[in-house]
């Protein structure tokens, strides 16, 4: 089940690209040096990959991956989330089965369904789109996904396999980044990387991840104090925040690699673009940067899981 990481990518097979007007070859010194992370062509390869693993599978065993997502409410963001991965699935030819409960749902009706879910061997992997309505026990929702199908990596068991640097599901975005990273040829080892945000879908497990990989991890949050102290030490940053335009370029370390993990309304990330363009060796734009490759990581642990059960005992090959 566990997804191998891909092969390192050099930067130029990548859709790799300068800022937009501020070519690197310009002689002004006070130019953005930034080149661009782009997730979109990484991620589109990684969908193929896992399309044609689906395929295989389907035809050597009859086993259709198939990804089940469960929205909660009508918060429109999620819905428009949710349906995005759906359409994504089924472009990959990986079946899917959409759960919509209303916002009335209480924590043991969706512990239910997602125990169903888990129940269910037509179901390979389950979504459960974060945040739930806010009188949920989302923690007791998540730990009712079979770790077996927890292919948006949020149970305590993949958790706790991403903090021991266990083979396992990862956290999509978290596990997403890192595939960035590697693919740009990141040194991480060694490096002390600045995490701005603790979630548990995103800030606590790419901290994790970081950590397996060797670099020195630095979680802060909404009471850390002199945040722009701290971050510009850092020669990675994940920003994870949730706020549009909060990272200044002033905070940054020249050179460092910059990770934009936010969306907000209106395409805007956590990092204020421009300013940060001055100053970074490597940013992720928002969108086309870390959102495709959370997406492509979702489906590629579909077929993982699918591919697992079709190989248990039992199954006919
Ligand atoms: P979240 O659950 O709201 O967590 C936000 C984190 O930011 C919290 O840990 C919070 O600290 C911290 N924070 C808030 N204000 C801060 C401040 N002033 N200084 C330092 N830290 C502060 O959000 P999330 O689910 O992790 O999402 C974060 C961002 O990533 C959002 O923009 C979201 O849309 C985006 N996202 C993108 C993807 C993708 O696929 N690209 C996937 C998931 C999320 P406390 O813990 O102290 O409250």
């Not at 191998?4 to 937009?20: G, I, Q, R, T, Y």
């Not at 782009?38 to 086993?63: D, F, I, N, Q």
């Amino acid at each position: 089940m566990t997804s191998n990481p891909s092969p390192s990518l050099p930067p130029n097979d990548l859709a790799s690209e300068e800022v937009a007007g501020r070519p690197s070859s310009s002689s002004d010194a006070t130019a953005s040096s930034a080149r661009l992370m782009v997730g979109t062509g990484l991620a589109a390869g990684m969908v193929e990959e896992a399309a044609a693993r689906a395929k295989k599978l389907v035809e050597r065993t009859g086993v259709q991956p198939c990804l089940a997502t469960v929205l909660v409410g009508d918060d429109p963001a999620s819905a428009t989330y949710v349906r995005m991965k759906q359409s994504r699935s089924k472009k990959a030819g990986i079946g899917s089965r959409s759960v919509v409960l209303p916002a009335e749902t209480t924590t043991e009706e969706l512990v239910g369904e997602l125990t169903r879910l888990s129940d269910d061997p037509t179901v390979h992997g389950i979504l459960l789109q974060h945040p739930v309505p806010a009188h949920i026990d989302e923690r007791a929702a998540f730990e009712a996904i079979d770790p077996a199908k927890d292919v948006d990596g949020v149970t305590m068991h993949a958790f706790a396999a991403m903090a021991f640097g266990e083979p396992g599901f990862r956290s999509c975005t978290p596990g997403g980044i890192m595939r960035l990273l590697a693919a740009y040829d990141v040194p991480v080892a060694g490096a002390h990387a600045v995490v701005i945000g603790r979630s548990p879908i995103l800030g606590k497990p790419v901290g994790m991840l970081l950590l397996a990989s060797n670099a020195t991890v630095t979680f802060t949050h909404s009471k850390t104090r002199e945040l722009p102290a701290i971050v510009r030490q850092a020669d990675i940053v994940v920003a994870a925040v949730g706020k549009p335009n909060f990272v200044r370029g002033s905070w940054l370390k020249p050179g460092a690699v910059v990770i934009d993990a936010g969306y907000n309304e209106g395409n805007v990330g956590d990092v204020d673009f421009e300013e940060a363009a001055q100053v970074a060796s490597l940013l992720t734009p928002v969108p086309g940067g870390v959102g495709p490759m959370t997406i492509a990581l979702l489906l590629e642990q579909t077929v993982d899981a699918a591919e697992a059960v079709a190989s248990a005992p039992g199954v006919v090959a």
